[in-house]
């Protein structure tokens, strides 16, 4: 009996959570569906398809800390996926879309994209000691591809056809790629823990950002993606400047305390 159980609790342990990673793999084939649509030319498609993968993403981490099924396979795989969804397909659409009429600079800039976001992926993992801890910094990949969709969703609701050869798509690029790698604080939904009581006004929040998303989407998305962009950028110089403010205060009460012993 004792034999039994020994082999019950070793194929429990060696098993998976299907609930989570499948939610997972979603995202991945989210991911993958973008890149096909993006190389067929179907660009809008892709930009939605990215959007699509930002909410199985949410999905999967919500439910395994929800139900507490996080496991390193889960978190392994996640990554992987977000690599897939939000690296990959997100640089080769904005390659395929607008990036390839300058040539290497074009593909210069989307390679970054993808290496930054690797980078990013790999520097939350490692500060990640245990499943359910944060780490914001720099912006998070999901974050990054869902502002690059924004602005290809946005401009096919009063466009049509390729935006032609404009400067700001490879240095819209490059900044965010670089703000991903970059040690600036930025928020995610993953900070949210919805197990805790919120504030009523947090549920009026909520339901005003779904009506706006329901009436108008697409410029909903890109606007939403504008803030939380500038936001972050705004909210660190603020910092900045708090933090070189109370170190000068902190020095001239050294000095004063000197002076007068």
């Known amino acids: 009996m004792a034999f039994k159980k020994r082999e019950f609790d070793r194929k429990t342990k060696k098993g998976i959570y299907l609930l989570p990673n499948t939610l997972t793999l979603c995202g991945m084939f989210c991911g993958f569906f973008a890149i096909m649509s993006a190389i067929n030319g179907n660009f809008l498609y892709a930009a939605w398809a990215i959007v699509l993968a930002n909410i199985f993403d949410g999905l999967d981490g919500w439910i395994a800390r929800l139900t507490n099924t996080a496991t390193r396979f889960g978190i392994e795989l996640d990554s992987?996926?977000?690599l897939v969804a939000f690296g990959?397909?997100?640089?080769?659409?904005?390659?395929?879309?607008?990036?390839?009429?300058?040539?290497?600079?074009?593909?210069?800039a989307a390679f970054l994209f993808v290496a930054c976001g690797a980078l990013r992926l790999a520097r939350f993992n490692v500060q990640t000691g245990v499943p359910g801890s944060k780490s914001f910094k720099g912006m998070p990949i999901p974050g990054a591809a869902t502002i690059l969709s924004s602005i290809i969703i946005f401009y096919y609701e009063f466009r049509t056809g390729l935006p032609g050869?404009?400067?700001?798509?490879?240095?819209?690029?490059?900044?965010?790629?670089?703000?991903?790698?970059?040690?600036?604080?930025?928020?995610?939904l993953k900070e949210v823990d919805?197990?805790?009581?919120?504030?009523f006004w947090f549920l009026v929040v909520f339901v005003l950002i779904l009506f706006i998303m329901l009436m108008h989407p697409q410029p909903a998305i890109f606007i939403f993606a504008m803030i939380y962009l500038f936001w972050g950028i705004i909210e660190n110089i603020y910092l900045f400047i708090k933090r070189k403010k109370l170190k000068q205060d902190t020095e001239a009460e050294g000095q004063e305390t000197e002076e007068q012993t």
């Open 165 to 188: 050869k404009n400067i700001f798509f490879p240095v819209i690029t490059i900044l965010i790629a670089l703000l991903m790698v970059s040690t600036l604080k930025y928020h995610g």
């Open 88 to 108: 990959v397909a997100p640089a080769v659409l904005m390659y395929k879309w607008a990036l390839m009429p300058f040539g290497r600079l074009g593909w210069a």
């Open 80 to 82: 992987l996926s977000d």
């Open 194 to 199: 919805f197990r805790e009581k919120k504030p």
